[in-house]
């Protein structure tokens, strides 16, 4: 078989990790697979690169900020490699530009366009273990790009599927995808399976145990798709087309704490405004989530919308620069938000859902400050404080009650 195996970076923190994770691949390789390997950076290596810069320049360029954070990576690959060569595992670790992972130009948040995967297939058939930096690519100038926090589940998948691997297999420090993080939500349940789009939906919403791109790229080329612990041998979460429908009404409860919320208040109430505000934003890379506009008074109204907590500052003085277009009387922001979702499937044809999802909400004495649904979810934008109560009340009322609603 052909094996892509991701590991990410608390399942490297440390000399013992990496010895840990080595033995694991070498098993793999012993077993007659072919294996290549994506590596995160080690523990908290990538914030703690983020704060170096900060030291020097509190508003570094994305440039520099890629080419510095791509160096993480490149120390995983190898270390990891050292290890294997102790081990007398035949091994060569690989950086985005050594194995031709294009990827678009925008820094700090680029996509992967394609991969020539002639390097590494070469170095698979002459018997290696091939080791490669995740969450990097190069761009059309030969640039390193970074593909976004979290991004080296999407390499591996990227990977796995240019490969055509029979299993791309994402190794964490939790056994696997959960109702709800299982870090804050104690009685967060595994999944044995989940379908690719509630997994990206969930993704989506801050359940960061996979990059929401990877799950994307893994429906789009049919990736099979496993969520493991790499310190136990419990078996995964299997990402799929179709999954199992589980006992629960609901896939899983997500929080997201990457959130700010924009107002502008008392902007003129005439057909193209909003338009003008969201095209600013886009031509600045930003993208906007949940949106709220009061019902016009007096000729002006308000419009409260959230972006990326990373993007606020951007955001901001992009709508200023459209002040006198726009002209609306004050521009106010709040950091300190968050949003906390369902995600399921079944939600759609169950009248209950949201009713038992507010009174959970309710019961919690927190406060909802904007509300957004589609088909498969429902969001909510809450104060940061309150998050994690929340998404713990809405979590039990969801399992203890679901089964009246079926
Ligand atoms: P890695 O460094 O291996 O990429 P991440 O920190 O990116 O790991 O993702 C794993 C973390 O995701 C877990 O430690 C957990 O706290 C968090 N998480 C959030 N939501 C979920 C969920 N629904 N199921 C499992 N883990 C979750
Ligand atoms: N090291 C990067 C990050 O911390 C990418 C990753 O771990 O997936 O976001
Ligand atoms: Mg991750």
Redesign the pocket.
């Known amino acids: 078989m052909l094996i892509v195996m991701k590991?990410?970076?608390?399942?490297v923190a440390d000399a013992a990790r990496i010895q840990n994770v080595a033995r694991r691949i070498k098993r793999s390789y012993d077993a007659g697979n072919k294996v290549a390997v994506i590596l995160?950076a080690q523990g908290d290596t990538t914030d703690d690169l983020i704060e170096k810069a900060h030291e020097i320049n509190p508003r570094p360029s994305k440039r520099e900020m890629d080419m510095l954070l791509a160096t993480g990576e490149q120390q995983s690959v190898a270390l990891m490699c050292m290890a294997l060569e102790g081990m007398k595992v035949p091994c060569i670790s690989l950086n985005a530009n050594q194995c031709r992972i294009y990827a678009t130009s925008n820094y700090s948040n680029a996509r992967i366009k394609d991969i020539n995967c002639e390097r590494i297939r070469n170095e698979l058939d002459a018997g290696k273990v091939v080791v490669i930096t995740g969450f990097q690519g190069i761009n059309r100038k030969g640039d390193v790009v970074t593909l976004g926090r979290?991004g080296?589940?999407t390499s591996a998948v990227a990977v796995a599927a240019k490969l055509n691997a029979d299993l791309c297999e994402?190794?964490?420090?939790?056994d696997?995808?959960?109702?709800?993080?299982?870090?804050?939500v104690k009685t967060?349940k595994k999944l044995s399976e989940i379908s690719f789009d509630e997994m990206l939906e969930?993704a989506s919403l801050?359940?960061?145990?996979?990059?929401n791109r990877s799950v994307e790229l893994a429906k789009k080329y049919g990736v099979k798709l496993v969520?493991r612990s790499?310190l136990s041998e419990a078996e995964g979460t299997i990402v799929k087309e179709e999954a199992k429908v589980e006992s629960m009404l609901i896939s899983?409860?997500?929080?997201d704490k990457n959130v700010a919320r924009i107002s502008i208040i008392g902007v003129e109430d005439k057909p193209g405004t909003a338009y003008k505000l969201f095209a600013a934003l886009a031509r600045k890379n930003i993208s906007v989530d949940i949106i709220l506009q009061s019902i016009g008074r007096n000729g002006s109204k308000d419009i409260s919308f959230t972006v990326a907590r990373s993007d606020l500052q951007e955001a901001l003085s992009a709508i200023e620069n459209i002040k006198d277009v726009i002209k609306f009387d004050k521009l106010d922001h709040k950091e300190n938000v968050a949003k906390v979702s369902i995600v399921g499937a079944g939600m759609a044809t169950n009248a209950g859902v949201a009713s038992l999802f507010f009174e959970a909400v309710y019961n919690a004495g927190v406060n909802v400050n904007m509300i957004s649904t589609s088909e498969i979810k429902i969001s909510i934008l809450v104060d940061e404080k309150d998050a994690d109560f929340a998404a713990n009340k809405i979590h039990d009322a969801f399992i203890h009650q679901s089964s009246s609603l079926h």
Do not use: E, N
């Open positions: 590991f990410g970076g608390s399942s995160s979290g080296s589940d994402i190794y964490t420090d939790v696997g995808v959960y109702t709800a993080d299982p870090r804050h967060a969930f801050g359940a960061q145990v996979l990059h969520v790499s899983g409860v997500a929080v």
